[in-house]
């Protein structure tokens, strides 16, 4: 059974469509809310979230941090959380993290907190695509007192069998992936001793701050040099928070590439805001830049406005803090005239998929021409038609190739649409509500 279907296999079926036109709500962010969970499991008393239309990856992460002890309640978009501190539960069952990268992650530090044994599996994804290799984690962990950290494989994916307990001192870490730092961030300052840790060229830095933020919000503390040395006071205790999670940049672009791509259209996109740490909110930067009209109005507290009067035009653009933007990007390079540059997207090999490889292969379906290197795509522009596209159960990869078949020729076909609810559960109703012409079919 999947984990956003309920064994129902989803398929989404877009054609090209005219101008865009309304206005629509963004859900809460993912990566906020998955933090929002774990910090209320991890914080003393009791945490309260509003998560407004909540993310697959939240609901999985609620039934993750029960196992270790903590209650969830939620009515509507009010999440409570009676947290537990340093008060672990063992866990009675493996943990299975369903297909959140960041939670699985986030599981192995945490697990690593208990004297016991804990495995930590999740769907076929998770097991198996490149993208969850968590061996430089695993490496600290044990580097911070865990007397086992492995893979059940040999190759660095789940199941991981955790045992801990973490102590501190000092880890080393690439910075290729901020999901490997992240972990140890939250967790070190339950630690009985101080920590270090050395991170190599940190990208995605944009995940961090974030991540930063929340361990401020909950009473911790870390010393940041410069996001190369990060130096953590052991013996701190987390409290109760109280917070709205702020919606989703990363699933916004999605909506906002699609009306910069259709000339006409005009959007705008609500619950968002500006000041918030995310850095997909770079799309406004890059959308203008392209030929787009952007309007914030408020800090897009009272909206963003997204209009499109002229054809986009191919630029550069940095990815290093941004790579889960690279499935829309090259469907907006596709669509651009001249050629779209996207440099720095090594850190995007090693999420669900290897998404720079994926989103060639399935636009090359359409027409696309692309040129790839190992940090670097290079996108022309291109005539799409129509074509049976792979989702590779990759929620992006799925929302990138659903948009770009709003501007080619003939159908477009999506496998593995349900995935789309891991980060956009309304993906299909927004899209619809401003003229996508989107349809979804449910096969048993």
């Not at 036109?21 to 499991?41: C, D, E, M, T, Y």
Request: charged share 25%.
């Amino acid at each position: 059974m999947n984990l956003y279907s309920g064994g129902i296999i989803l398929l989404l079926i877009s054609s090209k469509s005219g101008p865009l036109k309304g206005s629509v709500r963004i859900p809460a962010s993912k990566s906020h809310s998955v933090r929002a969970n774990f910090f209320g499991l991890l914080s003393e008393g009791v945490s309260e979230a509003i998560i407004k239309d909540p993310p697959g990856d939240a609901y999985a992460m609620s039934r993750v941090i029960r196992e270790f002890g903590s209650s969830v309640t939620i009515e509507g978009d009010r999440w409570v959380f009676s947290g537990v501190g340093r008060e672990l539960a063992t866990p009675t069952n493996v943990i299975d993290v369903g297909n959140s990268g960041t939670g699985l992650f986030i599981s192995y530090a945490v697990s690593a907190l208990l004297d016991s044994y804990v495995v930590i599996t999740g769907d076929d994804q998770i097991r198996y695509k490149p993208g969850r290799y968590g061996e430089p984690l695993l490496r600290a962990l044990k580097m911070l007192g865990a007397r086992d950290a492995i893979s059940a494989r040999g190759d660095g994916k789940p199941p991981v069998i955790i045992r801990g307990p973490l102590k501190g001192g000092y880890a080393e870490l690439p910075g290729i992936n901020s999901q490997w730092l992240t972990p140890l961030l939250i967790v070190a300052p339950l630690f009985d001793n101080d920590t270090e840790i050395k991170v190599d060229n940190l990208m995605e830095r944009p995940y961090i701050r974030m991540t930063l933020e929340w361990i401020e919000r909950c009473g911790g503390k870390v010393e940041n040099e410069d996001y190369r040395f990060f130096r953590i006071r052991g013996g701190q205790r987390y409290r109760a928070y109280r917070h709205t999670i702020p919606g989703d940049w990363e699933s916004a672009c999605f909506v906002m590439a699609a009306a910069s791509m259709i000339e006409g259209s005009d959007i705008t996109v609500t619950g968002l805001d500006i000041r918030d740490n995310q850095g997909d909110k770079v799309v406004i930067d890059i959308l203008r830049s392209m030929g787009a009209e952007v309007e914030v109005k408020n800090y897009g507290i009272d909206g963003i406005r997204i209009a499109s009067s002229r054809p986009l035009e191919g630029i550069e653009i940095d990815c290093k803090d941004i790579p889960d933007a690279i499935p829309y990007l090259a469907v907006l390079g596709t669509i651009a005239r001249g050629k779209t540059i996207l440099k720095n997207i090594a850190p995007s090999r090693l999420k669900e998929t290897d998404r720079p490889a994926t989103i060639k292969m399935e636009l090359e379906k359409m027409g696309a021409r692309i040129e790839l290197k190992e940090n670097e795509m290079i996108i022309y522009n291109s005539k799409l038609k129509g074509a049976m596209i792979d989702g590779h159960t990759d929620h992006r990869i799925v929302m990138a190739t659903s948009i770009a078949g709003l501007v080619a020729e003939g159908i477009t076909v999506v496998s593995d649409a349900e995935f789309y609810k891991k980060s956009f559960p309304t993906f299909y109703e927004v899209m619809r509500s401003i003229g996508g012409n989107i349809i979804r079919v449910e096969k048993i």
